[in-house]
């Protein structure tokens, strides 16, 4: 079920001028990693959420670095691996986007570039903040500082 767009809001917006390397591929892969979970979560990969991975990549100096051919190839790459093996495509994801544990700058960069994947197709439904809340620990962020957990009890 889709939440409110009470989840919309986020404190403090990220410069990633100041958080990302440019040319990092440890850092690219991780955004990547991070996209194509919370894209995958739902089972399927919508245009609209493929396009706001994009259009976030190349807003970023740090990661346009790599262009967007070499981001799609990479998105594409890992979607199906989650296609033909979910658990093969959730391990390796996962396994990228902890390498950026302890980057606090990136960690919580790519959490805002998940949820704006997860808001592309319209909403932001359970199974894309149970991943995102999944990003969150694996990276030692604080979900409560992108208003991901509520006072209002139950899941998702």
């Known amino acids: 079920m889709p939440r409110s767009n009470r989840l919309l809001r986020r ?21 990547v990693a ?22 976030r990549m190349r807003n970023s100096p740090a990661i346009a670095f790599f262009g967007a051919d070499d981001v799609l190839v990479l998105f594409e790459a890992l979607n199906l691996r989650f296609e033909r093996d979910l658990d093969d495509g959730e391990a390796t994801a996962e396994v990228a986007v902890s390498r950026l544990r302890g980057q606090s700058g990136p960690s919580r960069a790519l959490i805002e570039t998940a949820c704006a994947v997860a808001e592309a197709d319209g909403g932001f439904d359970a199974e894309e ?14 979900p409560a500082s992108f208003d991901l957990i509520s006072g209002e009890g139950g899941q998702g």
Do not use: F, H, K, S
């Open 11 to 31: 404190r403090a917006p990220i410069d990633r001028d100041d958080v990302w390397t440019p040319g990092d591929v440890v850092q690219m892969d991780a955004i």
């Open 34 to 55: 991070g996209c194509a979970m919370v894209a995958q979560a739902d089972g399927w990969v919508t245009l609209n959420e493929r396009t706001r991975m994009i259009d």
């Open 129 to 142: 903040r149970a991943v995102i809340l999944r990003l969150c620990t694996l990276l030692n962020v604080d």
